[in-house]
Nanobody, 115 residues
Framework: QVQLVESGGGLVQPGGSLRLSCVAS????????MSWYRQAPGKERELVAT???????NYAASVKGRFTISRDNAKNTVYLQMNSLKPDDTAVYYC?????????WGQGTQVTVSR
């Protein structure tokens, strides 16, 4: 079965950095559009960044210039490098894999930005 497993979350001070990873199994990873979403307490889940199978990328305005999404198809892994973190970036971060009508989610990893 398809599994997406996120890791790399944690507690970081404002201005710090984290690198999230999402390892996929059970699917033809290189064909999928991969995305990172986040959900803060009391808020709706929002799209953070997307990378296509051809490495085209797109970012939410709130993270553009600070976050970088990338993928390694040989490792079935998508990354989210997060720099200059702010308290507003605190959320559970989820990865999502999409191919036409198929969509799969990971279980999420918590990112907390606080002093």
């Amino acid at each position: 079965q398809v599994q997406l497993v996120e890791s790399g979350g944690g507690l970081v001070q404002p201005g710090g950095s984290l690198r999230l990873s999402c390892v996929a199994s059970g699917l033809a990873f290189s064909n999928y559009v991969m995305s990172w979403y986040r959900q803060a307490p009391g808020k709706e889940r929002e799209l953070v960044a997307t990378i296509t199978k051809n490495d085209g990328t797109n970012y939410a305005a709130s993270v553009k210039g600070r976050f970088t999404i990338s993928r390694d198809n040989a490792k079935n892994t998508v990354y989210l490098q997060m720099n200059s973190l702010k308290p507003d970036d605190t959320a559970v971060y989820y990865c999502k894999a999409v191919l036409f009508a198929r969509a799969y989610w990971g279980q999420g990893t918590q990112v907390t930005v606080s002093r």
